[in-house]
């Protein structure tokens, strides 16, 4: 079995069946970001410095800052820019490195991903301008997102419309002169709130009438500060409003811009769209998977919490709560290997090439996540619910996937038949029978076979005493970050 510090926070079974397939730069790297523990003792610090009264949209909290200049030294920055597809900026990362990368930094929900110059919106705005932009459009836009300068914003969602079929776009986009001219009402904008957020990257229809629905979108890049661009509000999920970045209702009110800030050309932004979306849906997956295992990994820390006792037992002798614990570890693992074929697929044949595998995991992850993140709120009794932990955010941030990865079909060609001589299925036959075989027990655990769930729950109650460990270290970190930054905790 592998000695790769990634096995003892992921999968040692899995880790050693793709080994093979990382190049040793790829084995460094991620070393080095298992070992970028600075994230985790800041997680309670971010919030801390976020104020609570309306400053909170004007604050970017300095541990980000600081977090960001410990990630690029060690090199661990625009991770998500794969060279093969991006050979003038990219770095040298397959997607199934990346994929595996993209978990350990899901562990922290959005930090890591901030820490390393990761994070969407910008990530799928990064991959538009590198692979459509201009050389011009690439020097104003795409050169400052990769030293994280700024922050930007993608612009489809739409008040009042069914958003989820992008050809129900109504935002106008038309061309007079040498300008365009935006005109629509956006809502759910991630990244529009942020002090930081200089430029949105807006879908819209610019040719109505086209014959083909699928021709009639243009996205055009719209700088934050252009008269008519008017950020209305930040909304809310389940409470939440995620500032500094938000998602934020928005109007483009007779927005004028040069013709110059048009991607790749007329009518082409579902083109652009379809290749934004494929490997981006995949880490956000892949994040999810490492939420989900962290929240496994707290459920654990709690139910071996020697002060814990209900009717006379601790948490962790009751057969539910073992059962629990089985429950997410297979499901967990049955997810990661979707996603680690998905990957796979998209670096044999690209994201249109990998459409099934794809849309399989875009399902499948994001309710396995919320799954096993509810199952570690109800080991914590009504603290679970409550701001005391970060579990209630998780899974509400979890929830919002659901609308934002929801599978549905993009273009003719995105719908998939199925076919036993699928052009699709992975060549590595192993990472099919070994995903297979996931599944099959992930099946088996809706039976009756209580021993086996028994079996798997008590092993994995076994890493308890080195999380716990690993714990009380972040603690001691998180306590010298409060006495740095001068902050206190809201807990």
């Known amino acids: 079995m592998s000695t790769h510090p990634v096995a003892e926070i992921t999968s040692p079974s899995t880790w050693s069946f793709i080994e093979d397939k990382f190049s040793p730069y790829a084995k460094d790297l991620l070393t080095k970001l298992v070992d970028f523990n600075e994230v985790v003792p800041a997680e309670k610090v971010f919030h801390a410095q976020i104020p609570d009264d309306a400053r909170r949209w004007q604050t970017t909290p300095p541990v980000v800052f600081d977090l960001n200049k410990r990630a690029k030294a060690l090199g661990l920055w625009n991770l998500f820019l794969s060279k093969a597809h991006y050979p003038d900026v990219g770095v040298h990362l397959t997607n199934l490195e990346y994929a595996v990368m993209a978990e350990v930094m899901g562990r922290t929900g959005h930090l890591a991903s901030l820490a390393t110059n990761c994070a969407a919106p910008d990530t799928g705005n990064m991959e538009v301008l590198a692979r459509y932009g201009t050389e011009a459009q690439k020097k104003e836009w795409l050169t400052p997102l990769m030293n994280a300068e700024?922050?930007?914003?993608?612009?489809?969602?739409?008040?009042?419309?069914?958003?989820?079929?992008?050809?129900?776009?109504?935002?106008?986009?038309?061309?007079?002169?040498?300008?365009?001219?935006?005109?629509?009402?956006?809502?759910?904008?991630?990244?529009?709130?942020?002090?930081?957020?200089?430029?949105?990257?807006?879908?819209?229809?610019?040719?109505?009438?086209?014959?083909?629905?699928?021709?009639?979108?243009?996205?055009?890049?719209?700088?934050?500060?252009?008269?008519?661009?008017?950020?209305?509000?930040?909304?809310k999920v389940m409470g939440y409003d995620d500032a500094p970045e938000g998602h934020c209702e928005v109007i483009y009110e007779n927005v004028r811009v040069p013709e110059r800030n048009l991607i790749a050309g007329w009518g082409r932004g579902f083109e652009v769209i379809q290749g934004r979306l494929g490997p981006g849906r995949i880490h956000h997956c892949m994040r999810?998977?490492?939420?989900?295992?962290?929240?496994?990994?707290?459920?654990?820390?709690?139910?071996?919490?020697?002060?814990?006792?209900?009717?006379?037992?601790?948490?962790?002798q009751h057969g539910t709560v073992v059962a629990n614990i089985a429950k997410s570890r297979a499901e967990i693992e049955g997810a990661r290997l979707l996603v680690l074929s998905a990957a796979h697929q998209i670096d044999r044949v690209k994201a249109k090439g990998?459409?099934?595998?794809?849309?399989?995991?875009?399902?499948?992850?994001?309710?396995?996540?919320?799954?096993?993140v509810d199952r570690a709120m109800q080991a914590f009794g009504a603290e679970?619910?409550?701001?005391?932990?970060?579990?209630?955010?998780?899974?509400?941030g979890l929830r919002t996937l659901r609308y934002a990865d929801a599978e549905k079909p993009r273009s003719p060609n995105s719908l998939v038949t199925p076919s036993f001589s699928d052009p699709c299925a992975p060549s590595d036959a192993a990472l099919e029978r070994h995903k297979l075989t996931h599944w099959a027990f992930f099946n088996s655990i809706q039976g009756p076979d209580e021993v086996h769930i028994q079996q798997i729950g008590k092993r994995e109650l076994k890493r308890a005493p080195s999380l716990r460990a690993a714990s009380e270290k972040a603690k001691k970190k998180e306590t010298d970050l409060f006495e740095k930054y001068g902050v206190k905790a809201r807990l």
């Open 150 to 235: 700024i922050r930007s914003a993608f612009s489809m969602t739409e008040k009042g419309v069914a958003s989820s079929d992008a050809t129900n776009i109504q935002t106008s986009i038309r061309k007079e002169g040498n300008e365009i001219v935006i005109s629509g009402h956006k809502w759910w904008i991630s990244g529009a709130g942020d002090p930081r957020c200089k430029v949105h990257l807006v879908m819209g229809k610019s040719d109505p009438n086209n014959p083909s629905k699928y021709a009639q979108q243009s996205i055009v890049i719209v700088p934050a500060n252009t008269p008519g661009v008017r950020v209305v509000r930040p909304m």
């Open 288 to 316: 999810s998977i490492g939420l989900a295992q962290r929240a496994l990994d707290v459920m654990l820390e709690r139910v071996t919490d020697p002060s814990r006792k209900t009717f006379g037992k601790h948490l962790y």
């Open 354 to 372: 990998a459409l099934k595998e794809i849309g399989i995991a875009k399902f499948v992850v994001p309710s396995m996540a919320l799954q096993v």
């Open 384 to 396: 679970g619910i409550s701001q005391d932990t970060p579990l209630a955010y998780w899974w509400a």
